[in-house]
């Protein structure tokens, strides 16, 4: 079965820095597109970010040009590296895998169990 774990999330300050980490596991021999999201307090789940494969980003334009997404295929892990962060990113942040195949099965979409991200001073 394919699990994906979250790492990373905390308090900051207003202005402070947090990298989240998301590990893919479940013998995977191939992931589309991954990504994060959020939900924050009595918001609806957001995209944040999200990589595929072999193409170009896509950032949610409240976080663009702060957080930077990135992806190593090979240890199947996606990161979110997220500056400059405000008290309205407070969120539990989601990772999220598209497409993936583990063995002989494909998994439409698998997501993380969430990390919290609390911005306060």
């Given at each position: 079965q394919?699990?994906?774990v979250?790492?990373?999330?905390?308090?900051?300050?207003?202005?402070?820095s947090?990298?989240?980490s998301?590990?893919?596991?479940?013998?995977?021999r191939?992931?589309?597109?991954?990504?994060?999201?959020?939900?924050?307090?009595?918001?609806?789940?957001?995209l944040?970010?999200?990589?595929?494969s072999?193409?170009?980003?896509?950032?949610?334009?409240?976080?663009?040009?702060r957080?930077?997404?990135s992806r190593?295929?090979?240890?199947?892990?996606?990161?979110?590296?997220?500056?400059?962060?405000?008290?309205?990113?407070t969120?539990?942040?989601?990772?999220?895998?598209?497409?993936?195949?583990?063995g002989?099965?494909?998994?439409?979409?698998?997501?993380?169990?969430?990390?919290?991200?609390?911005?306060?001073?």
């Amino acid at each position: 079965q394919v699990r994906l774990v979250e790492s990373g999330g905390g308090s900051v300050q207003p202005g402070g820095s947090l990298r989240l980490s998301c590990a893919a596991s479940g013998s995977i021999r191939s992931i589309n597109t991954m990504g994060w999201y959020r939900q924050g307090p009595g918001k609806e789940r957001e995209l944040v970010a999200v990589i595929p494969s072999g193409g170009s980003t896509n950032y949610a334009s409240s976080v663009k040009g702060r957080f930077t997404i990135s992806r190593d295929n090979a240890k199947k892990m996606v990161d979110l590296q997220m500056n400059s962060l405000r008290p309205e990113d407070t969120a539990v942040y989601y990772c999220n895998a598209r497409d993936v195949t583990s063995g002989m099965t494909r998994y439409l979409e698998v997501w993380g169990q969430g990390t919290l991200v609390t911005v306060s001073s």
